[in-house]
């Protein structure tokens, strides 16, 4: 994208970078900008800067949505699976009458998340909700406790050390090579 010169238009790049992958950002842009110049020949350059502003939110909801769709590799779909399946254990296992060793399953929850979520590192909340939702939910419903509530919170715990070790690692490698 040009360096842009209206507030609108660096509104409009700000929302682009959020709601679009960076290979489709460029032409995207290119294509916006064509537009408003084809729209509106005789406007002035902030009136077509706002144009385009009022382009892309109107186009932002739906492109946020696209992208989330397009994003969901087959690496996430496994992980998901393999975290629904870990969540269910650790349920299970919670719920036995003679399981009473609260420390085990709190390393397990952020053990098992954090290694998820360095697989996986786009969406840890989500693989925190997979590990330990079940335990709760399974609580309220036949205990109706509430207290399990915080294996979501160590689940989360677990999932953002291992997404962000990922994310630092690569960012590292990305600094130490660079070209």
Same mark, same amino acid.
């Given at each position: 994208?040009?360096?842009?010169?209206?507030? $609108?238009?660096? *509104?409009?790049?700000?929302?682009?970078?959020?709601?679009?992958?960076?290979?489709?950002?460029?032409?995207?842009?290119?294509?916006?900008?064509?537009?408003?110049?084809?729209?509106?020949?005789?406007?002035?350059?902030?009136?077509? $800067? +706002?144009?385009?502003?009022?382009?892309? /939110?109107?186009?932002?909801? @739906?492109? /946020?949505?696209?992208?989330?769709?397009?994003?969901?590799?087959?690496?996430?779909?496994?992980?998901?699976?393999?975290?629904?399946?870990?969540?269910?254990?650790?349920?299970?296992?919670? @719920? +036995?009458?003679?399981?009473?060793?609260?420390?085990?399953?709190?390393?397990?929850?952020?053990?098992?998340?954090?290694?998820?979520?360095?697989?996986?590192?786009?969406?840890?909340w989500l693989i925190a909700l997979a590990v330990?939702?079940? /335990?709760?939910?399974? @609580?309220?419903?036949?205990?109706? @406790?509430?207290?399990?509530l915080v294996a979501i919170g160590f689940a989360?715990?677990?999932?953002?050390?291992?997404?962000?070790?990922?994310?630092? *690692?690569?960012?590292?490698?990305?600094?130490?090579?660079?070209?």
């Amino acid at each position: 994208m040009p360096a842009p010169r209206c507030w $609108s238009d660096r *509104v409009a790049g700000a929302l682009l970078a959020l709601v679009t992958a960076r290979r489709h950002r460029e032409t995207f842009w290119g294509d916006l900008v064509e537009a408003s110049a084809l729209c509106l020949p005789n406007a002035a350059e902030r009136a077509r $800067s +706002r144009w385009r502003l009022r382009q892309v /939110m109107r186009s932002a909801p @739906s492109m /946020m949505l696209n992208r989330m769709e397009t994003e969901v590799t087959m690496r996430t779909r496994i992980v998901m699976v393999v975290a629904l399946a870990i969540g269910a254990f650790l349920a299970y296992v919670d @719920s +036995r009458p003679t399981w009473d060793d609260t420390g085990v399953e709190v390393l397990a929850l952020v053990v098992c998340s954090g290694i998820l979520a360095a697989i996986a590192p786009r969406r840890p909340w989500l693989i925190a909700l997979a590990v330990g939702g079940l /335990m709760p939910l399974q @609580s309220i419903v036949m205990r109706h @406790s509430f207290a399990p509530l915080v294996a979501i919170g160590f689940a989360l715990v677990g999932a953002y050390i291992g997404a962000g070790i990922v994310r630092a *690692v690569r960012s590292l490698t990305r600094a130490g090579h660079p070209g």
